[in-house]
């Protein structure tokens, strides 16, 4: 499919989830909603540098928990306000990515190193989040107060206690912008000089520098973008929730889910992430519905299934669930012409 | 902040003796769990994600020998180690060696997601609870003047020690030995002289596994199991292996050394928590100023 053809199909999906959830009012399913979607965003963050770039990186933790922590300290220590302070959620994570990614670029660090590297990288941040406790609330993390004023709901980013719409839809809608707004920069991305050249960067490094790419800039800007949007994953989880600690902001489990979706939807494609969120949750959901009928309520049933996912359509889809639906989409038009 | 007006503390030379010395012995047990990630990257250029959570598997078979019928860790390792290489031998043949296309990066991820099944699988089946072996022996040892050091911290040494000696042994004198090395060196001529290039390739990480099992009786009267003890053992392990070279014996026993000595002493200095950040520093500045380790050859 072309990426006109993604667009489409990016919109009519968008158009759904805009109209979709006004016709449930059940509280379950808006939640489901909103975790299929967060990790959407995690996940094309990761598919910005893996799937586009061909950059593996297996601590993308460092990226969602570095903006998170800056959302939530910045509120909890100064008192600012969180419309202001996600700005420089973002941009300070941003920065944090340039470094890492300067460092690992620089040394051509690249396929497997690339991945231990950040691996090693969200470890430090994790140890430091959890030692450091004068700036950090050390390992009981950080607990931001709730506003239990509705007029203010807005105005502190909080929808706990707002009216009856924004309380039920609040964060869904919230979450629902971060993942039009990420997905329509991907997009742009993707059609830009600069995804052409980040996909020969991918394709063929030596090549692409034969051609006069300059491969080391190509993915510093992959880098960048790619904390952008995942930051924005951490901000939102720090409104959602007003809670962070190191386990949940650098713990391997951010990382792991930033790539589930992407590999499982389709690596560097657009809509790939968002149908591997809503391919894993679901299956995950249904999973878990099923083992507590059966022996009761137990942690790790979905991460087992997801762990099968993962490793069956790295066999037997290598583009995954994406590349699967163009294939029946191009052998039912055949059918048709014939 | 106090942050910012931080200060090294200081000790005197019998503290630091001590402490460098109780990090040789925790350093050969990093040494044990990365003999067979090495292994398996000099050969196979795999990087083992799933390394920790087989570890954990072995030593949850380990307690349970223990707890059914009263089999001793270390007597155990005569049934975990030839389990291990069996289990690691059908994995690389039956899952990782058909899912991952011979591609680095699938590889990884193909390791990955068996880490995480085998990890939850325990969390689902054992729970996240810490089981520990008692062993008659196990708070007994010997008073070095400046550390304490106990039997079963001993017998990870010397486990280390002979371990990687058997293995160099054997990669040295036996044809397998022999096959695995030219597979390592050059898979497409060693398949042209009639080895079984796939073959090796699980026999190898039979291998690792096995050494693993091994690591995991050694472990187990010092350290209780839980489900995420692999994920702990893993991250120093890929440490231990980047710093001693990927793929050599030696390496991963110096630099199991040299990350458990290095560990102690920033913890002695930086506090228990920040102490072992030691780990991570020195995992980024090798990967970026060396990533040939210490006794690797140059990637070429």
């Given at each position: 499919m072309n990426s006109r053809g993604q667009l489409l199909g990016l919109c009519v999906l968008m158009v759904i989830l805009a109209i979709g959830p006004l016709l449930i009012s059940s509280g379950r399913w808006i939640e489901f909603l909103e975790l299929t979607l967060f990790v959407a965003v995690l996940g094309q963050g990761w598919n910005v540098l893996?799937?586009?770039?061909?950059?593996?990186?297996?601590?993308?933790a460092v990226f969602f928990g570095t903006g998170a922590y800056i959302q939530a300290l910045l509120q909890f220590k100064f008192g600012w306000n969180p419309w202001v302070a996600m700005w420089f959620a973002m941009s300070g994570t941003t920065l944090i990515a340039a470094g890492i990614g300067y460092l690992s670029f620089r040394y051509g660090l690249r396929g497997s190193y690339f991945a231990l590297i950040t691996l090693a990288f969200a470890e430090a941040f994790h140890v430091l989040a959890r030692s450091l406790d004068s700036i950090?609330?050390?390992?009981?993390g950080v607990q931001l107060s709730l506003n239990q004023d509705p007029s203010q709901a807005i105005a502190e980013f909080q929808?706990?206690?707002?009216?009856p719409f924004l309380k039920t839809y609040g964060f869904y809608y919230t979450i629902f912008i971060i993942l039009l707004i990420t997905y329509l920069l991907t997009w742009l991305m993707s059609n830009s000089r600069f995804g052409a050249q980040l996909i020969a960067v991918r394709e063929n490094e030596e090549a692409a520098m034969a051609l006069g790419i300059d491969a080391f800039r190509v993915k510093m800007k992959a880098i960048c973008l790619s904390a952008i949007i995942t930051s924005s994953a951490g901000v939102y989880y720090v409104q959602k929730f007003l809670f962070i600690e190191p386990g949940i902001a650098y713990g391997p489990a951010k990382s792991v889910e930033a790539l589930f979706a992407p590999i499982i939807g389709g690596?560097?494609?657009?809509v790939g992430p968002l149908l591997g969120s809503f391919f894993i949750h679901g299956v995950g959901e249904v999973a878990k519905e099923v083992i507590v009928y059966f022996v009761g309520d137990r942690p790790g049933v979905d991460l087992i299934f997801f762990g099968m996912i993962l490793i069956l359509v790295l066999a037997f889809?290598?583009?995954g669930l994406y590349g699967l639906l163009e294939m029946l989409w191009l052998r039912l038009r055949g059918k048709h012409n014939a | 902040m106090d942050f910012f007006d931080f200060n090294l503390p200081s000790y005197g030379w019998s503290t630091v003796l001590g402490s460098a010395i109780s990090g040789v012995f925790l350093g050969s047990i990093y040494a044990l769990v990365a003999l067979g990630l090495t292994l398996i990257y000099g050969v196979?250029?795999?990087?083992?994600?799933?390394h920790g959570a087989l570890l954990m598997l072995a030593m949850y078979a380990v307690y349970f020998l223990w707890q059914a019928f009263g089999i001793d860790p270390y007597l155990a390792m005569l049934i975990v180690v030839p389990g291990g290489f069996v289990f690691g031998y059908l994995l690389q043949r039956g899952v990782i060696g058909k899912a991952s296309h011979g591609r680095d990066e699938i590889i990884l991820l193909v390791t990955l997601g068996i880490s995480i099944i085998i990890e939850n699988a325990a969390l689902f089946f054992f729970s996240a609870t810490e089981r520990s072996v008692r062993v008659p022996y196990d708070l007994d040892g010997f008073d070095l003047g400046v550390t304490f050091v106990v039997y079963p911290e001993l017998a990870a040494l010397g486990g280390s020690l002979l371990i990687t000696f058997l293995l160099w042994l054997f990669m040295i004198k036996t044809d397998t030995g022999k096959a695995i090395r030219a597979v390592a060196k050059e898979r497409q001529g060693a398949r042209l002289v009639g080895i079984n290039v796939d073959h090796i390739f699980a026999v190898c990480f039979g291998i690792g596994v096995a050494c693993v099992a091994a690591a995991a009786s050694l472990l187990v009267p010092t350290y209780a199991v839980h489900p995420q003890i692999g994920y702990l053992f893993v991250l120093i392990a890929f440490t231990v292996v980047v710093l001693g070279g990927m793929g050599s014996f030696v390496g991963a026993l110096v630099g199991g050394f040299l990350i458990g000595i290095f560990e102690q002493l920033g913890r002695l200095y930086l506090?228990?928590?920040?102490?072992?950040?030691t780990i991570s520093f020195i995992f980024i500045l090798v990967l970026l100023?060396?990533?040939?380790?210490?006794?690797g050859k140059p990637a070429g």
């Open positions: 893996a799937g586009y770039g061909g950059q593996y990186s297996f601590g993308h950090t609330e050390g390992g009981r929808f706990n206690f707002a009216g690596l560097g494609t657009i889809l290598p583009r | 196979l250029h795999i990087i083992n994600f799933a506090g228990e928590s920040l102490g072992v950040i100023f060396r990533p040939s380790g210490l006794f």
